[in-house]
């Protein structure tokens, strides 16, 4: 990949975190390397991060780099050779009721409820299950790229809301939640689903779904979207698992 000498990304600095605990991996410590100033990065420049491996949380853009450990790999679905299968496909029918509704950034109410319902059912005790509408508004409505809320609607009722990024080459998954009481309908799985026929409707290569660790249960059914590549020794590879 060659870059023109002038883009704002070679005017960007990089620089480490302090260690912190990892969210993902017990007992282990993680760092990650971020980009900055935020105000240099926007869609273009943060195409072309995401395809080296970024991430952005609000307006922060980074990727782990940690001392001892390189468990996270960023992941992406090539979706024109996406072919759901069975399990996915059941998905599709269950939620074939529910509304989809892209909306800019901007607050709702209905959304922050079913954040906190969100958080305090899956992630009790992490720190997110405690954000006001500030922190709600920080995490997820500030954005520098071109960012829309995927809103999906039952009966008139929002059941999950999806933070999409369209960059150059695909469309990126940043942040899904949604009614932790209507866990048989598989609602992740159906994001991530739309996600890639959206990507396919507007011509979009890539669904870009954020980071990958093997030995993480919570993140086992990124594995489900087969091709799955991933950025390994600094290239997009086809990814092979060891357990089929």
Known sequence: ???AKDLPIFRLQFYLTASYPCSYLPGRQSRSQVAAPDSLIDSSVY???VRL????SGQHVYRPRCDACRACVSVRVPVAEFEPNRAQRRCQNRNADLTL?????VFDEAHYRLYQRYQAARH???GMDQDDREQFRGFLLQSRVDSVLAEFS??????MVALVDKLIDG????????DPNLEKRGLGTFGVLTQIRLAQEIGLPFVYLGYWIEACNKMAYKRNFRPLEGVCDGRWQRLEYRNG
């Not at 491996?53 to 952005?56: A, L, Q, S, V």
Request: avoid cysteine.
């Open 47 to 49: 195409s072309e991060l």
């Open 124 to 126: 009790a005790g992490g």
């Open 1 to 3: 990949m060659s870059y």
């Open 101 to 105: 509704r892209l909306r800019p950034l």
């Open 154 to 159: 039952l009966e008139g009722g929002v059941v």
């Open 53 to 56: 491996g970024f991430r952005r």
């Open 171 to 178: 469309l990126s998954a940043v942040y899904t939640f949604f």
